[in-house]
């Protein structure tokens, strides 16, 4: 498995990544053994549904994509869409899975969609106590839907541009 990249590039055939950011996670793909340690590191946390690191590094991806063009539903649901990262920073700390083969291109993969979105979200929020919660939290993108900028006026106080 090798990281292959970009978001916003068209791939060119040799693998090779045109602008030199961003990642082709259609290309990611982790083994068994990764993948089975991955899913191991939820134990009893009471995470439902797939687990999987490929989805979450898609999902993630997919997420800054939308943040790209304006996010365009709830701030509520932002938030919620914002806890595949919470998914994989466990991932990334966790002693387990640092020593298996593949971790390297999964944390990559990561700190490439990680830069996309810290282009992408430039608005700060103001939180009087953000402690235990990841950078990615305290974060918006400059631009959104009406129902989010309205939410994001309305609760945090903050105004950002519409789509």
Not at 7 to 32: H, I, N, R, S, Y
Not at 48 to 76: F, H
Request: hydrophobic share 40%.
């Amino acid at each position: 498995m090798h990281l292959v990249c970009t978001l916003d590039a068209t791939w060119d055939g040799k693998g090779t990544c045109p602008l030199g950011k961003g990642v082709w996670v259609m290309w990611l793909g982790f083994d068994q053994e990764f993948t089975c340690r991955y899913k191991a590191i939820w134990g009893d946390s009471g995470r439902t549904g797939v687990i999987d690191p490929k989805r979450d590094v898609e999902s993630w991806c997919d997420l800054v994509e939308e943040c790209k063009s304006g996010y365009s539903d709830s701030l509520a649901e932002y938030d919620f869409d914002l806890h595949v990262r919470d998914f994989l920073q466990r991932a990334i700390d966790s002693s387990a899975l640092q020593s298996v083969n593949g971790y390297g291109d999964f944390r990559e993969s990561i700190e490439l969609i990680d830069r996309e979105f810290i282009e992408i979200a430039t608005v700060e929020i103001p939180l009087a106590n953000g402690k235990g919660l990841g950078w990615w939290h305290l974060r918006l993108p400059a631009r959104g839907g009406e129902e989010f900028a309205d939410d994001v006026r309305d609760r945090i106080g903050v105004v950002i541009g519409r789509i």
